[in-house]
């Protein structure tokens, strides 16, 4: 259990800390007891001069007021390691406070002059050029490879299926198996689209009621509507009204309503 990380050393923790920090008195402490106050440090009560005076210091909390936790350098296991703390005001502080608008470094006041100063001098040497904005295309390119084909026609039913809203408002989601829905594609203009899903048992004629009720559409006896499938290459097929959808439309295909020719 001990072979990564170790236990704290103070006497009355349990801690296993699998980060322990090393304190400049050789032992090894969890987060909360690191600081020299918390484990009675002996570097801090019997100083000596062969004992450098970089440990104590950079193992001392935070120079927030009121905050308790230790400062970056407590996380340094060399004695050598370079100052770790404010490059401005030259003090240290905990990860939370380490820059310098999260501990009100006054150093930071004087650095807002030479930043204006930088950006003036870059604009006006630099000037930003303005771009044309390009209008992303929509038109995606198909394959022609059959099993590129065959993928890209997976993948865009996978996002048919994502998007598809219940054709009938009285199903959900949650009650119908994805494999017990037929999946339909339905131009309302040029760039929209609208997809639905269905039971694979309901009647076409169903489902052209329920879509001509989402398009507001309306059927009458001297205007009947019908449903008809476009297959990819542009092929029209009316379908039956009194057929299951689910034997007569394919999983992600385009449909389209129009007048009937009877």
Not at 77 to 106: L, M, N, T, W, Y
Not at 142 to 151: G, H, N, V
Not at 215 to 221: A, E, I, N, P, R
Request: hydrophobic share 35%; aromatic share 4%; with cysteine.
């Amino acid at each position: 259990m001990l072979d990564i990380g170790s236990q704290c050393s103070f006497a009355s923790c349990n801690q296993i800390d699998f980060l322990p920090i090393l304190c400049g008195c050789k032992k090894l402490f969890c987060k909360d007891h690191i600081l020299p106050d918390a484990h009675a440090c002996p570097l801090t009560q019997q100083p000596t001069p062969s004992t450098s005076k970089t440990w104590v210091e950079k193992l001392w909390r935070c120079e927030v007021v009121g905050c308790t936790k230790a400062t970056l350098g407590a996380y340094l296991q060399s004695e050598a390691s370079s100052f770790i703390g404010c490059a401005q005001c030259h003090k240290s502080f905990c990860v939370d406070h380490r820059h310098a608008d999260s501990h009100s470094c006054p150093g930071q006041d004087s650095l807002a002059p030479r930043e204006s100063d930088a950006a003036r001098l870059i604009a006006q040497n630099f000037p930003a050029k303005v771009m044309p904005t390009r209008v992303p295309s929509h038109n995606t390119k198909i394959p022609t490879d059959p099993a590129k084909r065959t993928q890209y026609d997976r993948v865009q039913l996978m996002k048919m299926r994502h998007r598809a809203a219940p054709g009938d408002p009285k199903d959900k989601s949650a009650s119908v198996l994805p494999d017990h829905r037929v999946h339909v594609k339905i131009q309302i203009d040029e760039k929209t689209e609208k997809i639905f899903w269905f039971r694979k048992t309901v009647i076409i004629g169903k489902v052209l009621d329920h879509l001509a009720s989402h398009l507001k559409m309306t059927s009458t006896d001297s205007s009947p509507l019908q449903l008809c499938m476009i297959s990819p290459d542009g092929a029209i097929t009316i379908l039956s009204n009194s057929q299951a959808c689910g034997a007569q439309l394919q999983d992600g295909c385009m449909v389209q309503i129009s007048p009937s020719s009877n």
